[in-house]
């Protein structure tokens, strides 16, 4: 694939994936799946790592790649209300939602940044504490429709989406999105493309 079809192709995927974030929401972060950085504790094997303009894939092999996709404290104020939001994955998968051998998942994680006892905030807020991943939320590409495809047919890109609400404090925590691309067959095909977070306007 020439660059210019490669940069075209990014765009695309890009363009999918808001045009499926409901029509009040607001994207405040997204990331293509290039820019994540790999994690070296996922099963799958680095040279089966397949990296592209915008996506990531398995390149030979099974197992689980995992990548984490850092947010940026991206200028709003302490929250005191829990907002809703959309955190959305754009993929591939050939295996569909009736199959689960083969997904990509995206978790929304926070940790507290300093101990109780070296911060004036309540610990009630602190949650599980420093060194302590909580999990917020999570899209799952085998929570999404089905897509049946002849075999050999590549799968159509799709958005997971999952809806939640929370209060955002990049003051006491630290957030981050980790992909998950799991299948056990060399036949499978999974596809992390961009992942997002949206403000869900009401």
Not at 108 to 135: C, H, I, N, Q
Not at 166 to 190: C, I, K, M, P
Request: with cysteine; glycine share 10%.
């Amino acid at each position: 694939m020439t660059p210019r079809l490669s940069a075209l192709f990014a765009a695309l995927c890009l363009l999918g994936a808001f045009s499926a974030v409901p029509a009040r929401a607001q994207v405040i972060w997204s990331m293509p799946g290039s820019t994540c950085a790999w994690d070296e504790d996922g099963s799958g094997e680095k040279s089966g790592l397949k990296v592209g303009l915008a996506s990531v894939q398995h390149k030979s092999g099974k197992g689980t790649i995992a990548l984490n996709c850092p947010i940026m404290n991206y200028g709003s104020a302490e929250g005191v209300e829990e907002e809703p939001w959309v955190l959305g994955l754009t993929y591939q998968d050939s295996t569909g939602p009736e199959n689960n051998k083969a997904s990509v998942k995206a978790q929304l994680y926070r940790m507290a940044l300093v101990a109780g006892g070296e911060t004036d905030v309540k610990p009630s807020r602190l949650g599980d504490g420093p060194g302590v991943p909580e999990l917020v939320a999570t899209a799952d590409s085998d929570e999404s429709g089905v897509d049946r495809r002849p075999t050999g047919e590549a799968p159509s890109i799709r958005t997971a989406l999952k809806f939640f609400n929370h209060t955002f404090d990049f003051e006491n925590f630290t957030y981050w999105v980790h992909v998950e691309l799991t299948r056990s067959a060399g036949n499978q095909t999974v596809v992390f493309h961009t992942v997002f977070l949206a403000e869900n306007v009401q």
